[in-house]
């Protein structure tokens, strides 16, 4: 993974699951751990705070860090892994399915399930009509009595 596209995962995987660390997710903790420990070494402990604060503005720390793993391989592998294993750990979003491999060699089978849609299909019944036409059959059923008792 290049170093830009590995910063953006990063920002995109802590940013959307921040507050799962205090839920104990420890991958996500590890990699929280990592980016803050470096940004603070870096003396950008700002930029990282106002990043937690809103993950949405994350262009300084993603730039931070893609400058970091360009110039510090062995912290772009320790990045890179704790990336990874907080996507494993990562809830899958309803409806869909993530594979991630990296240096795989040989015959890969893969089965799963379809993915359904719920399509049951709901059916309202509106009384109103019914209500009338019952009142329709007994002013019926009353003339038709009322017609008959003066025929006889």
Do not use: C, W
Not at 18 to 43: E, K, M, N, S, T
Not at 60 to 74: G, I, N, S
Not at 111 to 118: E, L, P, V
Request: charged share 20%; no cysteine; hydrophobic share 50%.
């Amino acid at each position: 993974m290049q170093a830009d596209e590995l910063a953006t995962t990063t920002v995109e995987v802590l940013g959307a699951r921040l507050p799962a660390i205090a839920d104990g997710d420890a991958a996500l903790g590890d990699l929280y751990d990592l980016v803050r420990g470096r940004l603070v070494r870096d003396g950008r402990e700002a930029a990282f705070t106002a990043y937690a604060t809103n993950p949405d503005n994350n262009a300084l720390v993603q730039d931070l860090l893609r400058h970091a793993a360009e110039t510090d391989a062995a912290f772009a592998a320790a990045l890179l892994d704790a990336v990874d294993r907080a996507q494993l750990t990562a809830p899958a979003p309803p409806g869909s399915s993530s594979v991630s491999m990296r240096n795989v060699s040989g015959t890969i089978t893969a089965a799963g399930r379809d993915i359904t849609t719920n399509n049951e299909k709901k059916t309202t019944i509106y009384t109103g009509g019914l209500v009338l036409l019952a009142a329709a059959a007994i002013v019926a059923v009353l003339v038709f009595v009322a017609a008959y008792r003066g025929a006889f």
